[in-house]
């Protein structure tokens, strides 16, 4: 089955060549290699890079389509991207997770304007993306693969960077309101602009909802589990002369929420008593220096992030027990880039990165059944330092490659070392780009996970992933159309997992593989079309477990989006969303073996916007418009049929 769908793709891909007019599909406009397709982004080398030269699986939301879409938040903004799965724990403010490539929601990096975001005080390490708006966004952009080479930690199977718009031209404000379904409602101020040398973007918003029950009405559940989030974010930006500029990042979120429990059988997991709340801010300095007449490019900065996160129930009213847990974690983070344009096809990278990590936390049940049930983390820390060097080079204007290694050595457990490797080739007679990327990641320990006094283990090593990708592109019309399709594999190695004694050691395996298909069109001004599928193998290689050579959790094998976005006339737009998701198996403790298969599903979500005036926008959007009963996670409720509106005025 599987080679049939391999085989279905691949002709799909090649019947445009066949039978479609090759003249005028992509001109090159320069004998230095610039091309009218100029979709610059920066996280797959750290430097501007034009996306036609890349061998890297990148894909990039960019502001036009964050603001048609309208998204609740980050997360719901880049669940149609290809390559990617996701999960939600209940509502709208639960833990979101994301998995690229069938890797685990730990494996991918998120990074904020140069912050990388993945919580030090958490078990895992991963990024909980509820609480990250949308708000001056500018782009997101997603990089597909082991990316450790650049990246250091966590970045085992790709990269999700989120880039804030900074202020240009005059000072404008704007203020939006929005209400909809479940009593949501939400303010935002922002404001971004330009005073001679002086720059700025800034943007506070608050959201608050009742909210609808965390575990799922199919149960029975029915007690709301409403949030609140708070989030500012600003960027001061300082242009001290041509040649030295400099940034100042702030950023930060306060959450309330409610939750449900999530063990038992699901019809008993309603808890008014649960709640959640986090604070996290993070603070970064930086700056940009050009000397040698732009030959040498220096890009240095610092920051600290901190992730404070509360827990707490109380049912003793009905079954006499009562928990607690505290987590607070900080990092700092210093790093210096510098890139050498010393030749002309010819660009060299290399830099350096220190970081100092720090956690406690503090957990009590009651009552204690098992010494699991309270444990206490006092402050531990461990620093690390990287180094890191690229090469990014062309042949011509036909062949272009990246290759980089690093080392990073952790004061606690030792050093990794990965490297990359990423070359394109072009056949401009026909605009087909072929591509292959080849590279290593790792993930060091968590805090937690070395220092638990229940679960932890010093002696832990750094879990290590392999991977590889190839794949074509295919150009039409001046790329106004395009195709494209990759094959991935990685192998994950050493992954944390337990001994008989609940003690974290490095005993578990995994393999993942598949397809990608992705195509863009955009043949009339005002119009634009994407759509992707993705098939994903996903296989837990761990011996003498139960779940040996089984599905990895919550990973979909099917998945397939469609994006439809027309603006008339710069003055309205409508776009739907079209999202499946196949089966794909969970756990369900209540059984035994705990394995279920989750149902398949469609998702479609409509947005559209009018501008009344110039300085007055309606808005609106529609989620889940077949009010279909779904559940991303066993046991967790979803939102049904919801309607949202609002207006936005720009002051200038």
């Known amino acids: 089955m599987v080679k049939t769908k391999y085989i279905f793709f691949f002709a799909v891909l090649l019947f445009p060549v066949m039978f479609f007019p090759q003249q005028d599909i992509i001109q090159k406009t320069d004998s230095a290699g610039y091309y009218k397709l100029n979709d610059v982004v920066i996280t797959a080398t750290r430097t501007p890079s034009n996306t036609l030269e890349l061998a890297n699986s990148?894909?990039?939301?960019?502001?036009?389509?964050?603001?048609?879409?309208?998204?609740?938040?980050?997360?719901?903004?880049?669940?149609?991207?290809?390559?990617?799965?996701?999960?939600?724990?209940?509502?709208?403010?639960?833990?979101?997770?994301?998995?690229?490539?069938?890797?685990?929601?730990?494996?991918?990096?998120?990074?904020?304007?140069?912050?990388e975001v993945n919580m030090p005080n958490d078990p895992s390490n991963f990024y909980n993306f509820f609480s990250l708006p949308l708000d001056n966004t500018s782009r997101v952009e997603i990089l597909r693969g082991p990316q450790s080479t650049l990246y250091g930690s966590d970045a085992l199977t790709g990269v999700v960077n989120i880039i804030t718009l900074k202020g240009?031209?005059?000072?404008?404000?704007?203020?939006?309101?929005?209400?909809?379904?479940?009593?949501?409602?939400k303010g935002t101020i922002t404001s971004l602009g330009a005073i001679d040398k002086f720059n700025y973007s800034a943007s506070f918003s608050r959201t608050k909802s009742d909210g609808y029950s965390a575990a799922s009405t199919k149960y029975g559940n029915i007690e709301k589990d409403g949030y609140q989030l708070d989030n500012f974010n600003t960027i001061l930006g300082y242009n001290l002369s041509e040649s030295f500029d400099a940034d100042l990042v702030i950023r930060y979120n306060y959450s309330s929420t409610q939750l449900d429990q999530s063990f038992g059988l699901p019809e008993y997991w309603d808890d008014p008593t649960y709640s959640f709340n986090q604070e996290e801010y993070f603070i970064r300095a930086q700056g940009n220096l050009n000397l040698l007449d732009k030959k040498w490019n220096q890009k240095f900065g610092a920051y600290v992030l901190r992730n404070i996160r509360n827990y707490s129930y109380d049912t003793s009213s009905a079954s006499s027990t009562y928990s607690w847990s505290h987590y607070d974690g900080k990092k700092y983070k210093a790093d210096w880039q510098?890139?050498?344009?010393?030749?002309?096809?010819?660009?060299?990278?290399?830099?350096?990165?220190?970081?100092?990590?720090?956690t406690t936390s503090e957990y009590y049940s009651f009552p204690v059944y098992f010494p699991s049930d309270s444990s206490k983390i006092p402050l531990k820390n461990y620093?690390?330092?990287?180094?890191?060097?690229?090469?990014?080079?062309?042949?011509?204007?036909?062949?272009?490659?990246?290759?980089?290694?690093?080392?990073?050595?952790?004061?606690?457990?030792?050093?990794?070392?990965?490297?990359?490797?990423?070359?394109?080739?072009?056949?401009?007679?026909?605009?087909?780009?072929?591509?292959t990327t080849i590279g290593t990641g790792f993930k060091a320990p968590s805090l937690f996970n070395l220092n638990d006094p229940n679960y932890g283990n010093p002696d832990l090593n750094p879990e290590k992933s392999f991977g590889w990708d190839v794949?074509?592109?295919?150009?039409?019309?001046?790329?106004?159309?395009?195709?494209?399709?990759?094959?991935?594999?990685?192998k994950f190695s050493d992954m944390f997992g337990s001994d008989t004694s609940y003690k974290t050691i490095n005993i578990n395996k995994a393999e993942t593989n598949g397809v990608e298909v992705f195509a863009s069109a955009n043949f009339?001004?005002?119009?634009?079309?994407?759509?992707?599928?993705?098939?994903?193998?996903?296989?837990?290689?761990?011996?003498n477990t139960p779940n040996y050579n089984q599905k990895l959790f919550r990973r979909p094998e099917n998945k397939a989006g469609i994006y439809v976005s027309y603006t008339w006339n710069n003055i309205a737009?409508?776009?739907?969303?079209?999202?499946?998701?196949?089966?794909?198996?969970?756990?369900?403790?209540?059984?035994?073996?705990?394995?279920?298969?989750?149902?398949?599903?469609?998702?479609?979500?409509?947005?559209?916007?009018?501008?009344?005036?110039?300085?007055?926008?309606?808005?609106?959007?529609?989620?889940?418009?077949?009010?279909?009963?779904?559940?991303?996670?066993?046991?967790?409720?979803?939102?049904?049929?919801?309607?949202y509106g609002g207006i936005s005025l720009r002051v200038e």
């Open 58 to 115: 990148i894909s990039v939301i960019d502001s036009a389509e964050i603001v048609n879409k309208n998204s609740f938040n980050t997360f719901d903004a880049i669940k149609n991207e290809y390559g990617i799965s996701f999960t939600q724990q209940g509502g709208k403010a639960s833990v979101s997770n994301i998995y690229i490539r069938g890797g685990s929601p730990s494996q991918s990096l998120v990074i904020i304007d140069g912050v």
């Open 168 to 185: 240009q031209g005059k000072p404008s404000f704007n203020i939006g309101l929005e209400g909809g379904s479940y009593n949501t409602y």
């Open 338 to 358: 510098n890139d050498f344009y010393f030749f002309e096809d010819n660009l060299i990278t290399a830099g350096t990165e220190f970081e100092y990590e720090e």
């Open 383 to 435: 620093n690390n330092i990287g180094l890191f060097t690229q090469d990014q080079f062309k042949v011509g204007n036909y062949f272009f490659g990246t290759i980089g290694i690093r080392y990073d050595y952790y004061n606690q457990f030792g050093s990794a070392f990965t490297y990359r490797l990423a070359p394109a080739y072009i056949f401009w007679p026909t605009r087909t780009k072929i591509k």
């Open 471 to 490: 794949g074509v592109e295919q150009y039409f019309w001046n790329a106004k159309f395009s195709i494209g399709v990759n094959y991935f594999y990685n």
């Open 524 to 543: 009339m001004d005002g119009l634009l079309i994407k759509a992707n599928y993705t098939y994903l193998n996903t296989r837990d290689k761990s011996e």
């Open 573 to 643: 737009n409508i776009n739907i969303d079209i999202i499946y998701v196949g089966k794909r198996d969970d756990l369900d403790f209540a059984t035994f073996p705990p394995r279920i298969v989750m149902p398949d599903y469609f998702l479609i979500n409509l947005a559209a916007y009018y501008d009344l005036f110039s300085f007055l926008r309606l808005q609106g959007r529609i989620e889940n418009l077949l009010d279909k009963q779904y559940e991303e996670i066993y046991g967790y409720g979803t939102a049904g049929f919801s309607v």
